[in-house]
């Protein structure tokens, strides 16, 4: 399948009062049309901002590096230089919802309290897909019976409030999808609801993401929801990619420690008895990036004099699988 | 709605009830009651001598012997049932007669320095927030300070000097001469029109100063909520963003003071009205006052703040109906 | 990692140590010292402060001293340098009357020849400082043997020393402020503390009240008050009696913040322990609870302050305050009600800018305590 996007050497800074810090830094990664890619991270590893620098949404004290390319192709196969459009362009605002739609972790505050649902579904619908009023109001029941919404034609005139919070994520996943964009970036969709609708959403979504054949974007700090919705994979740990690949493989032989240290955290039922491995340590802050390998704080096979002098740099090897560890990268430890 | 509205409707009237009865205490506090400065007014320096018989009489013709709260019942019936809110002794006449049209020049005043108001503070309050640490935002925090500090008779003298400098004499008071006295007709009204902007202008000055913090507040708490990265991110445009999305729940706290604004502006009413030489109730209020006639000062006292009370209540349900979650909670 | 970062990360530990174990206070007083703009309004208010309580020593004359030769005079500011050459002592010239040749009125110029070198800690009227100790001495004025008074800031219609009457209006209207702060501050305790600590149906009713005086103008009411002063009274009787009214309407803004502060957290645990272990409401409200918002009434009540003080200007501006011949700056600004005032004694309106002041100050001082005493105002 042909990328549909690329984004290579991605590094996002921002201006603030202590001085410049950069949470993202050289980061690649490319997403295939029809699959999904996960990002997995703790918070703070810059997963988000990654995605939203995609559609220009970081504040005005943030900027990109030189380096950065991300290339988008639309639907018409047309590659697009993201990252550098004009601010209020009409470019800009086709790209934002109606070629790459983004769904939020928080489906309450994600719409605004005093509109109903159906006037800002209406709104993206008109905008997107050229409708009139009263076509885009039907177009919007028939996304929100979609999504599983019972009773949609009632529902569409109500306000968010007046919904479950799995039922505003239903509402929210149809509003992005009736702006019809080939990408979806989903941000921790699921992470803000009950497990047991967790589910239900996770599996809504890859059934929609199969129907429509869009490629995603599906940002987690939870490898267990990786296993059940990603094709491939990126691990992410202060703002650098440290293993990416399949997802199963990278699951079932995880190569970094840190993705490692993730899967142990995993309860599972298998374990039931074992106690729970969290990682050990904090993510440190970004203002105080460790030198060297950014993971060498918090890892058990650190080796001193490497590790916590020189980042390692990305090394494949297994075919189609990439990992940036000196533990995997003898040669260019001795090099360096 | 209904149920909502009913029950301020219930909540307002029980407030102005209290409030009457406060206004009716504060008529009662000067030394002495009516008959006694009515007696006063009347026969001081005309060289007649007035008995304690006299004022015992005049007392008894106005009920005045009565205890108290009759008293209350009496003066509170008159205005709701009849309209009639007493003697005013210091022209011999009614209290209606005194305020006439009176109440229509303070509610112009009042309207337009609303109207002054929220068209120039959420704007700018809007622009504040958009722009946060810009030059102009910074300008508009010291002119918030300025607002506060610069008392409002103080800014009404500069403001009547530069515009006597600037526009000629015939500045001060709400009336050319040659209308003062007039009846009613289309030059009038517009040589009121002209006359009103400087009061205005003066009244608005503090609450400009307020709302625009107000707004400058909610507003950039409003742009960083989710939902307007998240319209952003639908490719809304921006500026249609901006009015949709934060303006449309910043706008709900200017809203919520209505009530405070109307209250300002009518406590600093009597001071400016001096000093511009405005004659309005404010003025009057304060006349009213100087003279002890408190009836008159009791009336309009009692209008302003039912004035107050009824904004209360619109801007209540005015909040209903911009906020779809209130009307839930009610 | 070098030395040199080792070192500073020492002195950077002992500062966190010391930040650490501050107390809450001392917190508060560490964030508010680094408020460039308060640092600044706390020291114009506290020579404010100095220059009312020893108005007697500041200020050169009494505040009803007349000057009959130098009427309605423009002020006197003291220079260094005249026609005659300069001087390393500031002087102000002498004054003598001529007829305006136009209205053929008796004015004062001045008078180039004489010079009237300034003084400190001269000999002048006999006061009594802080009403208690008697003195003759003055901060600055002119040599006692010269027959000419000096007038910084000019003079009114009937030659009283605007300076003087400014710095008397001081303390005033800044008595008046303090005193009726402390009274709403009484009561707002008393209120707000009761409808927070009982709830319900107190609550209910005091919540329906102070609605209601909430909802009147304050001003006209204010003023119908002050109107209800009965006309014979002497002025230290209006005195009390308008910091008295300041006083006894300004509580409510107070009161609703007790009141939600002590609503909020009288189910919180250590209240409930306190209310089994039997201590009365009085002392739960003063040792338990207040202690958790002291900083937040303190910044309250800081910004009341310029309410207090603009209500009283206002209110003597209009002649519904107080009275002639005491001074405040509302009684000093009577004179400068009109137009005509700006034009010709522009320096009437002195007093208006101890106001403007005051009350930015106040206003400036209450912001960055409010900076310094919101925890959450800094990561450190």
Redesign the interface.
Known sequence: MPKMLTVENLSISFRTSEGVITPVHDVTFGVEAGRTLGLVGESGSGKSISTKALMQLLPGNASLSGETRMTYTDKAGKEIALGRLKTGSKELRRIRGGEIGMIFQEPMASFSPVYTIGNQMMEAIMLHRGLKKRAAREYAIEMLNKVGISNASARVDQYPHELSGGMRQRAMIALTLSAGPALLIADEPTTALDVTIQAQVLDLMRDLQRDLGMGMIFITHDLGVIAQIADDVAVMYLGTIVERGPARDVIRNPQHPYTQGLLDAIPSVEHLHDRLKPVPGDIPSPTARPTGCPFHTRCAQAIAGTCDVTAPTEVSTIPGRAVRCWLHSDKDRNAA | MLRFTLERLVGMV??ML??SV??FL??E???GDYADRYAFRKYSGTGVNVTEADIEAIRRDLGLDKPMLLRYFDWIGGIVLRGDFGQAFAFETSVAKVIGDKVWLTAGILFSTLLLTYIVSIPIGIFAAVRRGSAVDYGLTVFS??G???????LA??M??FA?RWFGADIGGLFSDQYRDASWSVGKVWDLIKHLWLPAVVLAWSAVAIQIQTVRATMSDELN???V??????????LRLLI??PT??AINPVVSTI?FDV??I??????VA??LGLTEL?EL??RA??D?DMNV?GA??LM??FT??FM?FVSDLLLAW????IK?GA | MTDATHQTDTTAEEARLKYYSASQWTLIWWRFRRHRAAMMAASVLGLMFLAGIFAEFVAPYGPVTRDTNYIEGAPQVPRFCDAGGCSVFPFVNGTKTERDPVTLRAISVPDPEVRHYLHVFVKGEPVKLLGLIPTDRHLVGLNPDVDQKIHFWGTDDLGRDVFSRTIYATRTSLSIGVIGVMISFVLALIIGGIAGYFAGVIDNIIQRVTEVIRVVPIIPLYMGLAAAMPKEWSTTQVYFAMTLILGLFGWPTLARRIRSQLLSIRNEDYVIAARLAGARPGRIIAQHMLPSFTSFIIVDLVISFPYMILSETALSFVGLGLRPPSVSWGVLLQQAQSVRAIEQTPWLFIPAIFVVVAVLAFTVIGDGLRDAADPYSEAH
């Open positions: 029980i407030t209290l409030v406060m206004v504060i008529m506090l000067p030394p300070y300025l506060l500090a610069l008392p409002n008779f103080l003298l500069v009547l000097y006597n909520k989710l939902s990265t998240a319209a952003r991110a639908r490719g809304v445009p921006e949709k999305y449309r729940l009530g209250n300002r009518f406590s600093e009413l009597p001071i001096v000093v404010g209020l304060l006052y100087l002890l000062a309009i006292l302003l703040t107050i009370v209360n911009l906020d779809p979650r839930l």
